[in-house]
């Protein structure tokens, strides 16, 4: 198993832009989310799935747009690219969210010039 | 609105000593976890241990215990006979219907 996979790992960005930031998992967990770390911040949740169709919003969801149409992805979307949003990001997953570990990606750490 | 609180920014501890760090939580729910997660330099996300809310005895993990008290609302990690390696940032975390977590504290152990 590969586990949780992000790409890319390195991403510079100018303001303005939009990309998205790549999330796979292969345990067919139902529970994926997006977290952004800062310095001082810890891991702050954007967004979050409880399974396939299925999306809500975390602590800081605003600039970012997430689908969820299989298992596997949950692609995160930064529509404009903003300074603010520099930052390192995480994908995680776990088999439901009521319990038990969650799975980290390597993370993705972008810059937005 | 359910919160996860870390007081202790950073910490020092001699090399072979216990450690605690400090974690308390605010919640409504009857029903959640709670979770501790290490960070090493490299940046990878660590599992620890897990605690559900309805599990009577604290939950151990080798050298890892959580000090669960329902009623304070805390769940303190413990970190028995500390060696160099835990030098990271440890993170307390809570699930009930989603899973955040707290901003965390940098441990550091000295030789």
């Known amino acids: 198993n590969a586990g949780v996979t992000q790409t890319p790992k390195f991403q510079v960005l100018k303001t303005g832009q939009s990309m998205t930031l790549q999330c796979a998992q292969d345990?067919?967990?139902?529970?994926m989310s997006w977290y952004r770390q800062d310095p001082g911040m810890g891991l702050r949740l954007i967004h979050y799935?409880?399974?396939?169709?299925?999306?809500d919003q975390g602590e800081v969801p605003n600039g970012y747009n997430v689908s969820r149409s299989t298992t596997e992805d949950f692609p995160l979307r930064l529509l404009s690219a903003a300074p603010s949003q520099t930052s390192v990001y995480f994908c995680?997953?776990?088999?439901?969210?009521?319990?038990?570990?969650?799975?980290f990606g390597p993370g993705t750490r972008l810059t937005v010039l | 609105a359910q919160k996860i609180t870390q007081t202790q920014p950073g910490m020092f501890v001699q090399e072979k000593e216990a450690v605690t760090l400090d974690c308390t939580y605010d919640?409504?729910?009857?029903?959640?976890?709670l979770f501790w997660y290490k960070q090493p330099s490299s940046g990878e996300m660590i599992f620890l241990i897990y605690?559900?809310?309805?599990?009577?005895q604290n939950a151990t993990e080798g050298r890892y215990s959580l000090n669960f008290q329902k009623a304070r609302k805390s769940a303190n990690l413990v970190i028995s006979a500390s060696q160099l390696g835990d030098s990271a940032m440890y993170f307390c975390?809570?699930?009930?219907?989603?899973?955040?977590f707290g901003k965390g504290t940098r441990l550091h152990i000295l030789p």
């Open positions: 975390a809570m699930n009930w219907d989603k899973i955040i």
């Open positions: 799935s409880v399974g396939a169709g299925i999306t």
């Open positions: 919640t409504s729910d009857q029903s959640y976890g």
């Open positions: 345990m067919n967990h139902e529970y």
């Open positions: 605690q559900g809310s309805y599990d009577e």
């Open positions: 995680a997953s776990s088999y439901w969210r009521g319990g038990g570990e969650q799975f």
